[in-house]
DNA sequence: GTGTCAGGTATTTATTTGAATACCTATCAT
DNA sequence: ATGATAGGTATTCAAATAAATACCTGACAC
């Protein structure tokens, strides 16, 4: 992207600035006064520049009519759910115990939610009693790969392995058995997500 | 809070939207056009509701003058550093290898950063290499406590413990001795900051 | 019945605002 | 020297906008 002088910086600033402590953009005048400028051209032209050089978007026509590009985007804030029942999209998430932040760079888009861990099934994966895991909504995985298994309505996090003519769910605990499913037990199975991210707390 | 009536929420909504999708509120004639309403002075009426009510403030005499109140903190991007050298503010952190979103929940105001951990020091205490440690700025700590501990310039996570005369540095991994200094020794030692959270892809 | 309140129409007015014109002053590369 | 560019003053004008006035409708409580 071309490169800003130092004024045209400080114009973009003052408008950023404005936007958060107002909630909307400033008018021509006022980035007048604040700049300590006596001429609404010389704001005009500011603005043209910054649209030219793709910082800012101006609406013409409409008073205040600033938009701001390149805004990178924002963290979401992803329900904490207690339980995961049933099938795997969104309205299925039952009990919000709470919303978290989540980078863009993590879900990229997709489909997530948080899952309060409970027991210590994966500990040799690190992922212990109490942690936070970011789940992406999706219903097939990858051999390996650690995903939020539903197993007759209950959420369990487990190692995912699709083998011949069975499904083997595989603890990370060296005191648990694996949990084996074939033939019938398929029915009650599915997979509300994958593992993403785990958050704990050290405070 | 006082509830709305459905048309308030209505309003309240597509100003919401709005913002949103123009970084900037829409003036009275538009959410008219959006409302399908014949007079501004309804909207006017909506926006002097929603206002007594606590929903937004509206600017006197400013066009599009519409501050939208009750806005969730809103979490902030923090940097990611590589090094963290000589003393303990911001301005001492050095490479900044990117930006990750931090929950207001989880700094609470205070000056944090993140740190990308390396070795397998504090392995027991299921920190493992590349995990991203969310660090609290502060220069103390209670005993038992993991913060980041600056060595002659070098940073270090590790269970910090003050006994008599001296400072342990405590590893999480039996494989290594703890970090012991005494007299002279802590000229060159500061803590950097206390681990609040631990991150982990598992992507 | 009567008052209150949310929600509305139609119209007018004063102000705010974006946009334009004409012209000036530096800096800088060619 | 000369043109291009960033930045500026002073002034004007038309459109966008907030705000006000007078009045209407229906629901609902008392």
Redesign the pocket.
Known sequence: MEPL????QQ?LELITEHIERHGF????????LS?????????????R?LERKGHLV?????????TLANRPPRPAMLPIVGSVRAGSPAEALEDTLGYCAADPAWTRGADCFYLRVSGDSMIEAGIQDGDLALVRCQSTAENGEIVVAMIDGQATLKRYYREEGRIRLQPANAALQPIIMEGHQMAGFSIAGRLLKIIRDYR
Chains 1, 2 share one sequence.
């Open positions: 002088t130092q004024r045209q114009v953009p400033p008018s021509h005048r006022e980035l007048m700049l300590g400028v006596r001429s609404q051209l010389a704001i005009l032209k500011h603005l520049a101006c609406q013409p026509g409409s008073s205040r009519g600033i």
